[in-house]
Structure formats: structure tokens, C-alpha cells
């Protein structure tokens, strides 16, 4: 029953999913995000990383200090397409 | 003694795909990979699996070869690949010159069967709306298809496995084992194992991975640099790259803006099943080297909005980059080496890696099992650089 708790909300990637991805191999955030899509939503991680590492940790056995976060890219926010415009062209 | 029959370096597209044909033929298969299955290339990349895009030729026909494969791959592999084999794709050009251009390449592509027209932008616009008015006209190929790659990479493992082969994570090749000419293992950060055939499958490593057993084979990394916007409502169904693509890729010397062809900057764009837009892309020479440049990014957003004026209220919500494994013909390497009995490359696919994954591993696996390979890759051989 708990399985189906939703842990990535931008991509409704559910607990068993992960722990599915984990049993396939898994063993960083970043593993995690490629089986799943886990952390490629619109927050991009921001609410779902930690909870991910600490399901990590919990099948692994391994301490989260060493589980490899996932690798953030600009921006830190979302930016509009819209920005790059050429200003003169108009 | 022995660990396996096949040793397969790098767990990407390539060294999956060829995991999963040799268990066909009963081989024990080691897959031994660096970091993760899916970790180099297949993570940064479009998904395009087309015609319109491949180089005249033998490229050209291997890709027919590949693509006829991924009708059934879907099913043969038991698991969602968002394949859509007729998503279509499209060049649109900004003027005349860019189309006859676009026509030219188009029909040597053709010499090879397959159905790449020229149509107007009238024509272009009914099939992808959101087109920008001024569009000339465009290449088009209905069918072409897309894929997700990181599903397929995956599919490809997990059918490998089922198929009785092992997939070694966090195990990296740092040297070979040699006698008499011939590969008789792998060193790794973990030890060594014992086999007498070995495929190279790095990708863009391919090249320091040959170096390790002596081989001066030129593959190296040509890198892209994608964006990913928020999901939106359905936007396109197409894969689009704009006429420099294919350009930039086949009549370079066409280009007169120096900094797109220092960038090898184009646009090229798909929408994803979960509605994301992926947008790109570069092909530049910059060693192994990630950052997103403002440059690049910049030319690209540009592009993006020239020709899709609605993607200007989009939001963009992640910049990444990737490598081509890029060779100096632009042909992959596929076969053993003569001067290293047992050591098979299976590497240098650059821009369409993805595309040539499913006929790379049939026609590898066929040549170590069966000692031939059902369709000739004798242009493709690695001896073409060993002199
Ligand atoms: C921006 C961009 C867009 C693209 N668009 C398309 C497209 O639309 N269609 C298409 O068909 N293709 C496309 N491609 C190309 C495609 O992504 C590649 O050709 C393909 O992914 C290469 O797969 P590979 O298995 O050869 O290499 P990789 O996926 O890079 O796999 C190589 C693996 O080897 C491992 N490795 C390396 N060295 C060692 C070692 N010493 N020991 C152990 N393991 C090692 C790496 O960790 C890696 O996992 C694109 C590429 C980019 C960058
Ligand atoms: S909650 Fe996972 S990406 Fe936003």
C-alpha cells in the first residue's frame, strides 16, 4: 500500500517505481532519474532529490552522505524562451 | 578460467543492443561499465530515427537496415519505447537557396529508396501549425520516427539480462590483457577478467579506450547542447531540425556565418510523450568538456523562436549538453581489428547513434557468433584508420 505513495510530483513517479529502479541497478539520484524520470519535472528536483537519496540509502544499506545527488544544471529558475529574442529584428 | 565469451565495454545503447543479440546465440556475456547503464550519450540526446538526417550512402543504407528493425523492437523487447515510426520529420528553409540546397542533399539521399520530398510552406504548415508564416519551404520525410532513448537503452538491458548476460555497473577498463597479438581480458578499478573477444563499445571514449590496448583509432567527442522546457500542450508531432542541419552536416562550405559553423549551431526540436520540448543543438569540438555555453544557448533560443514564434511565452527548465561519437569520415566502426585478434569496435555512430543501435548489435553479434554478419560492413571496418 505505502508504494503508491507519490514521491516525484512534477512526473508522478511513485515509491515502488524507485524502488524498482533500485533493483535494477540504481544506486545514485542519478541512476534513479534515468529509469524513471524521477527529477526531470518542473522543479527539477527540488522537492523529490532528498526523499529519493534517503529511499537510496534505506535499500542499499549505504550511508546518504555518499549518495551522489543529482546533477543539477542552470538555470536555477525557469527562464522564458521568449528572452533570447533579438531585440532589433522587430 | 574464462569470465565470458564477449566482454562488452560501455553499457550505452551500443553495448546493450549487442548484449542482448549475442544472448541469442547462447553467449556468456560481462558488460563492464564505468558508471551506470544509460550514463554516457543516451541521457542527452534527441530521439531521432530517420532517414532525412543520415548521410548519403552506406550510412544511408544502414540506417534503413536499422530502422526496418525498430517495427517489431517494441514487441521483441516486451516494454514502452515511445516509438512513433511515423512522427515524420521535417527541414524547414528560410529561402530559396536553402531549399535547393536541402533538395540537392535530398536526392542522393534517395538513391537509397527512401521517401524524402520537397514541399512548400503552405504544405509544411499544415502539418506542423505552429510553423512560422515565412517559412520557405521544407524537406520532409513521413517516415521518419522518434524514440525515447533512455527507455529504449533501458529495454535493451533489461532484455540482455534476461537473456543471461551480466551487466557490471561502476567497474571501469583501464587496460588489457595481451599475448601473441590477440586480447585475452580486461584490467579494471576492480581486477581483471579473462576472455578472448572484447567489444569496444565507449562511444565517445571509444578513442582513449582503443589507445589502452595500443590502437590509434580516432573517435572523439563532438558535443551538443540541449534545453528542456516545461510540458506543454500537444505542440508538434514532427521531429524538426531547420535547413542548416542537414546543411552544416553535408554542404558546409555553403555556410557564410562563422560563428554558427564554429558552433555547428542549428535548431533542431522534438516534443517529448510528457510533453517537454527539447531543444538544440550544437556540434562542436570542445574535448570532453559539459558547460552550457551563453553563446550557443543563445543562437539556438533565437532559432527556436524564429521559426516557432509560440514558443516565446515557454519556459525553459533545463540547459544539459552531450557527446557525438565523431570520426573523421563520419562513418561508425564496426568490426575486429587486424592488428588486435579478439578486439571488435562498435563505437563512432556521432549524431545518429541512437537510430543505428538496434543493426549495430544484430550485425556485431552475428559476426562474433557466426563469424560473418548478414549484410556487409567492410566500408565500416576499424582498419580503414589502421594503416
Ligand atoms: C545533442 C545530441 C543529439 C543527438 N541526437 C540524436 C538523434 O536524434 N538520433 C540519433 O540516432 N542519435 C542522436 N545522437 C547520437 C547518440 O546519442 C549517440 O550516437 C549514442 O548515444 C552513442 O551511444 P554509445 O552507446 O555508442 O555511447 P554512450 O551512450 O556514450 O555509451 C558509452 C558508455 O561507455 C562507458 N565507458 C567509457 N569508457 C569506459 C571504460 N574505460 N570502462 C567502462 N566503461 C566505459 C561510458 O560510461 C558510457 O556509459 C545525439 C547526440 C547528442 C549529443
Ligand atoms: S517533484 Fe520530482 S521533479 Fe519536481
Redesign the interface.
Known amino acids: 500500500m505505502k508504494n503508491d505513495v507519490i514521491i516525484c510530483r512534477c512526473q508522478e513517479v511513485t515509491e515502488q517505481e524507485i524502488i524498482d529502479a533500485i533493483r535494477d541497478g540504481a544506486s545514485t539520484v542519478d541512476g534513479v532519474k534515468r529509469r524513471t524520470r524521477a527529477c526531470m519535472g518542473l522543479c527539477q528536483g527540488k522537492t523529490c532529490e532528498r526523499l529519493i537519496e534517503r529511499i537510496i540509502a534505506r535499500e542499499t544499506g549505504k550511508n546518504p552522505a555518499e549518495i551522489l545527488p543529482n546533477n543539477a544544471r542552470m538555470p536555477a529558475r525557469p527562464i522564458t524562451v521568449g528572452l533570447f529574442r533579438d531585440k532589433e529584428g522587430e | 578460467m574464462q569470465d565470458a565469451d564477449v566482454i562488452i565495454i560501455g553499457g550505452g545503447i551500443m553495448g546493450c543492443s549487442i548484449a542482448w543479440q549475442l544472448g541469442k546465440y547462447g553467449k556468456r556475456v560481462l558488460v563492464l561499465e564505468r558508471k551506470?547503464?544509460?550514463?554516457g550519450s543516451?541521457?542527452a540526446t534527441d530521439g531521432v530515427v530517420g532517414y532525412h538526417t543520415k548521410r548519403p550512402g552506406p550510412q544511408m543504407d544502414l540506417a534503413v537496415a536499422s530502422i526496418a528493425m525498430f517495427r517489431d523492437l517494441a514487441g521483441e523487447l516486451g516494454e514502452n519505447i515511445e516509438f512513433d515510426f511515423t512522427a515524420g520529420g521535417m527541414q524547414p528553409a528560410e529561402d530559396k537557396m536553402q531549399y535547393d540546397l536541402l533538395a540537392s542533399i535530398a536526392e542522393e539521399q534517395r538513391t537509397s529508396g527512401v521517401d524524402i520530398r520537397m514541399i512548400s510552406g503552405d504544405e509544411a504548415r499544415a502539418l506542423e501549425p505552429n510553423l512560422a508564416d515565412d517559412v520557405y519551404g521544407a524537406l520532409y520525410c513521413p517516415t521518419s520516427g522518434k524514440v525515447n532513448p533512455?527507455k529504449l537503452t533501458?529495454a535493451f538491458a533489461?532484455a540482455a539480462k534476461r537473456g543471461g548476460a551480466v551487466?557490471q555497473?561502476?567497474t571501469e577498463v583501464t587496460g588489457f590483457l595481451i599475448r601473441d597479438g590477440a586480447v585475452k581480458g580486461v584490467c579494471t578499478d576492480r581486477g581483471e577478467y579473462y576472455c578472448d573477444t572484447v567489444v569496444n563499445a565507449c562511444g565517445s571514449w571509444a578513442g582513449l579506450t582503443a589507445k589502452m590496448a595500443g590502437l590509434d583509432l580516432p573517435v572523439t567527442p563532438r558535443k551538443g547542447q540541449l534545453a528542456?522546457?516545461?510540458?506543454v500542450d500537444f505542440f508538434m508531432r514532427a521531429t524538426i531540425q531547420c535547413a542548416l542541419y542537414n546543411i552544416i552536416k553535408f554542404r558546409p562550405e555553403a555556410i557564410r556565418d562563422k560563428r554558427a559553423l564554429k558552433l555547428g549551431a542549428s535548431l533542431s526540436i522534438e516534443q517529448t510523450e510528457?510533453g517537454?520540448m527539447i531543444?538544440g543543438s550544437t556540434r562542436e569540438f570542445a574535448g570532453f568538456e559539459k558547460e552550457?555555453t551563453f553563446e550557443a544557448?543563445?543562437v539556438m533560443?533565437?532559432r527556436?523562436?524564429r521559426f516557432f514564434p509560440a514558443?516565446?511565452?515557454?519556459?525553459?527548465?533545463?540547459?544539459?549538453s552531450g557527446f557525438r561519437p565523431y570520426t573523421p569520415d563520419g562513418l561508425p566502426m564496426l568490426g575486429e581489428t587486424a592488428a588486435l585478434k579478439g578486439f571488435y569496435m562498435a563505437a563512432g555512430h556521432e549524431g545518429d547513434g541512437i537510430a543505428l543501435s538496434p543493426i549495430t548489435g544484430k550485425l556485431i553479434a552475428e559476426l562474433i557468433a557466426e563469424g560473418k554478419p548478414s549484410y556487409n560492413i567492410d566500408v565500416f571496418s576499424p582498419n580503414r584508420f589502421l594503416g
Open positions: 551506470d547503464v544509460a550514463a543516451a541521457g533512455l533501458n533489461h551487466i555497473t561502476e528542456v522546457t516545461e510540458p510528457n517537454g531543444i552550457n544557448i543563445d533560443m533565437k527556436a523562436i514558443l516565446e511565452n515557454v519556459d525553459i527548465i533545463r540547459f544539459f
